[in-house]
């Protein structure tokens, strides 16, 4: 892809895996880049080795997005840096533990970080993108949104808020020349497990994709418009005969009669 001036990204999470993955990638193609998450160190060596490889400005902003001060930090920064034209909501946290099992401080800082967070982010950056008619929200959910059975259940709640926000604002936003997108990663190796409490090398190789692979089929998809990004997803007529069914069901989801398989008296 040629390299073009093409404004800069704020990325979420851009101190390891998949946030560090689209920051190469991001600058490669000609974006300038404000890298946010708490690890300094690992921000500021990531920002050099961008800088010296591609040229491109790359500004480091520590913050904790769990934190209301941090968070309104990055907040402040997407509504007054008009040279924003893509934000990047990555940072995110999870695990594969029951309700039994898990610790409800961790479950409240999961929602704080996955949901809390990244719409607080996109209500501050989407103004600005919508008086400058430019501009591009990408969200990173997980297949688990579809599937929230799968790992820990607030995780998997959290993934399809993530989802169903990202289909929604496509519907408010396109007509302003807004692009909008939602990846839904399956299993790819990252800290992110690790950190979970279930280390990558536990799971079954055959379904764990690299980071580096995962970011580009996403960002295929994204320079081709579509809206919900499955890269480890072979057999997407599947996932487009579930999508049709759910668009053939929003027309009968209301009704001022109570459904004929209820009894009344
Ligand atoms: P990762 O390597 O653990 O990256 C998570 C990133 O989020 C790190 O840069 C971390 O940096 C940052 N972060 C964590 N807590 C933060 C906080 N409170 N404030 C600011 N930044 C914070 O894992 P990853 O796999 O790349 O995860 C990226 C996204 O992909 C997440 O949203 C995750 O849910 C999603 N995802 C991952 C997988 C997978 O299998 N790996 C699958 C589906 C979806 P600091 O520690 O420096 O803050």
Do not use: C
């Not at 404000?34 to 690992?42: F, K, M």
């Not at 990047?88 to 695990?95: D, E």
């Not at 949104?145 to 790992?151: D, I, N, T």
């Amino acid at each position: 892809m040629n390299k073009e001036h093409r404004g800069t990204a704020l990325i979420t999470g851009a101190s390891s895996g998949i946030g560090a993955l689209y920051a190469e990638r991001l600058a490669r193609r000609g974006y300038d880049l404000i890298l946010v998450a708490r690890n300094r160190e690992r921000l500021n060596t990531l920002a050099s080795r961008l800088t010296t490889e591609t040229q491109q400005n790359v500004e480091v902003l520590q913050a904790d997005l769990a934190n209301p001060a941090g968070l309104s930090q990055v907040e402040r920064k997407l509504r007054e840096d008009a040279s924003i034209t893509l934000l990047l909501n990555n940072a995110g946290i999870g695990t594969h533990t029951t309700l039994l099992d898990s610790d409800v401080e961790r479950m409240a800082e999961m929602i704080s970080l996955n949901v809390t967070a990244l719409t607080r982010l996109t209500y501050a950056a989407v103004p600005g993108f919508s008086a400058r008619q430019q501009g591009a929200v990408i969200n990173i959910s997980s297949i688990v949104s579809l599937a929230p059975e799968l790992l820990n259940g607030v995780y998997g709640a959290s993934k399809a808020y993530v989802t169903a926000f990202t289909q929604s604002l496509h519907k408010e936003l396109s007509a302003q020349g807004i692009s909008v997108q939602a990846v839904l990663p399956g299993a790819t190796a990252t800290d992110f497990w690790a950190t979970g409490g279930l280390p990558v090398e536990n799971l079954d190789p055959t379904i764990v994709m690299s980071a580096s692979d995962l970011v580009d089929g996403a960002l295929q998809d994204f320079d081709n418009g579509v809206l919900i990004s499955m890269p480890s997803v072979h057999d997407l007529e599947q996932y487009e005969a579930f999508e049709a069914s759910r668009q053939a069901l929003l027309p009968h989801l209301s009704n001022h009669q109570l459904a004929p398989r209820y009894h009344t008296n």
